[in-house]
């Protein structure tokens, strides 16, 4: 029963592809984020989803296209994919959103590689 | 978005030595969290931090908010293999509600 799912864990993929990694949490949070980690691990929000609706975009490439269907999941395309796009990208999610003291869960994490 | 540096970046320890990761906002935080990832793994929530000068302990770990809270740290005593893996610090934005940015990481590797 695993509370964040991400799938693939594992992409690889060739420069200039479009792609997609799906992201479900059965939690009942309202809130659901994408995190980009680098080879450093420096761990960079992305965007931040509440009840389905876009809050924040943290200067993302327009590439980059999240979608929540519903709360409960929070998919993210990437068309025309570049080589610094290769990393590993986190989906989490928290019980709701303007509550500073709501800690955050994550998904196992999608590693992308673009060739 | 705010900074929130953690240093050092890397540390090497003996099996058995204490290690200490300190974190630092360039900004007044209102709660600190602290996570670990392990190796391949995910970061999992271990801690929250509230109130200034706060000190919380989880057995070998002892957990620290700045008076001023702008800075916290981790302090392992005693360290084990199982703790190897790299701690973030994460704030959140005042004026973003809850989304949290973390700090740059402080990886740990332990030789036993």
């Known amino acids: 029963d695993t509370a964040v799912s991400q799938t693939p864990k594992y992409l690889v993929t060739q420069m200039g592809n479009d792609k997609s990694i799906k992201c479900e949490q059965n939690?009942?949070?309202?809130?659901m984020y994408w995190y980009k980690q680098d080879s450093k691990k420096f761990l960079k929000i992305m965007f931040s989803?509440?009840?389905?609706?876009?809050?924040i975009n943290e200067t993302v490439p327009n590439r980059f296209s999240p979608k929540s269907p519903d709360k409960a999941h929070l998919n993210l395309h990437i068309n025309s994919l570049e080589l610094g796009d290769s990393a590993v990208y986190f989906c989490?999610?928290?019980?709701?959103?303007?509550?500073?003291?709501?800690?955050?869960?994550f998904g196992s994490g999608t590693q992308l590689s673009v060739l | 978005g705010q900074q929130v540096m953690q240093i050092p970046q890397y540390q090497h320890v003996q099996e058995g030595e204490d290690f200490t990761t300190y974190c630092n906002s360039s900004?007044?935080?209102?709660?600190i969290q602290w996570y670990k990832q392990r190796p391949g793994g995910h970061p999992v929530f271990l801690i929250q931090?509230?109130?200034?000068?706060e000190v919380k302990k989880q057995k070998r770990l002892t957990f620290q908010f700045g008076e001023a809270k702008k800075n916290s740290s981790l302090h392992i005593t005693a360290t084990q293999t199982t703790d190897v893996g790299t701690y973030f610090c994460?704030?959140?934005?005042?004026?973003?509600?809850?989304?949290?940015?973390f700090g740059t990481g402080t990886s740990l590797t332990v030789i036993p």
């Open positions: 994460a704030g959140p934005g005042w004026d973003t509600g809850n989304q949290f940015y």
């Open positions: 939690l009942g949070h309202d809130t």
């Open positions: 989803y509440n009840n389905k609706e876009l809050i």
């Open positions: 989490a999610s928290s019980l709701r959103w303007g509550q500073q003291n709501e800690k955050l869960f």
């Open positions: 931090l509230v109130k200034s000068g």
């Open positions: 900004t007044t935080l209102s709660n």
